[in-house]
């Protein structure tokens, strides 16, 4: 019975679902969004065991949360608000999972409950904020290197000119894209660490200025190229490659850096 009633609630909220998947499909932000609820069923599922412990048939628990989560998507559609919807539905099965198993469930899966949230696309006006200043901070410490390295160079704002080139560094070259999706595989990824939480925080904060770098590694090579091979072959097919190369060197770095700080078991002699 338990079971029917979850399909029902998924069921209610699958125009969320929808949604869902049309931005991890079309906002190249969120194209990890697929992953997230993947590694929190398995996560989940490894607590299935308990759940069967603590089913209460009886139903005592309040269904306040519940309802209250179900109010919230009621008004959320209404208003067609996607955030209020995406957090009714966090409130929604966490009610719906007190009013089952009960408190002692709940604490137990918080962390694969919490890490849904990272699933849900930021308000287009917040991503544009912290944007900004990232696609600012990646123009100017880019020019300072390459000039370093011997290239005559001149930053405008987003703007950096090259003998020959001008190069926007435009919103989707900010290196937020990066941020975003390391920052959700850290979270994951130190959760199987057997490390403090002071290393487990610092891990995971370490993702932004880690994403920073590797997209200023990115916008130097970009330049590299173009001085190199044409503009054309710069804004062509490394320019489209260049996301999966800034993944990839990101999340060697974050590894290294969770080598340095001791989050990785030290072998036994």
Not at 67 to 83: E, P
Not at 117 to 144: C, D, E, R
Not at 217 to 228: D, G
Request: with cysteine; net charge positive; glycine share 6%.
């Amino acid at each position: 019975m338990h079971i029917f009633f979850l399909i029902v609630l998924l069921l209610l909220y699958s125009p969320v679902f929808y949604t869902l998947g049309q931005a991890w499909r079309l906002d190249p932000y969120y194209s990890h969004g697929f992953v997230i609820p993947i590694l929190s069923i398995w996560l989940i599922s490894r607590k299935r065991n308990m759940a069967a412990q603590c089913a209460n048939l009886a139903n005592s628990n309040s269904p306040l949360c519940l309802i209250v989560g179900l109010g919230l998507y009621a008004i959320g559609l209404l208003i067609d608000l996607k955030s209020l919807q995406y957090l009714s539905f966090m409130v929604s099965l966490i009610g719906f999972l007190y009013y089952v198993y009960g408190t002692k469930l709940v604490k137990s899966l918080a962390f694969p409950l919490g890490y849904l949230v990272l699933m849900f696309p930021l308000p287009y006006a917040v991503s544009m904020k912290i944007a900004f200043p990232l696609q600012l901070l990646s123009s100017k410490y880019a020019n300072i290197l390459i000039n370093l390295f011997g290239i005559t160079s001149l930053q405008e704002g987003v703007n950096i000119y090259v003998p020959g080139f001008d190069f926007i560094i435009e919103r989707g070259c900010s290196g937020l894209r990066s941020a975003i999706a390391l920052f959700s595989v850290s979270i994951f990824f130190v959760a199987m660490l057997k490390a403090s939480l002071f290393q487990r925080i610092f891990l995971v904060f370490s993702t932004i200025p880690i994403a920073l770098v590797a997209n200023i590694v990115r916008i130097i090579v970009v330049i590299y190229i173009a001085l190199w091979l044409g503009q054309e072959a710069a804004q062509g097919f490394f320019h489209n490659f260049s996301s999966l190369f800034v993944f990839s060197l990101a999340f060697v770095m974050m590894l290294l850096t969770a080598k340095v700080t001791g989050c990785f078991p030290k072998k036994s002699a």
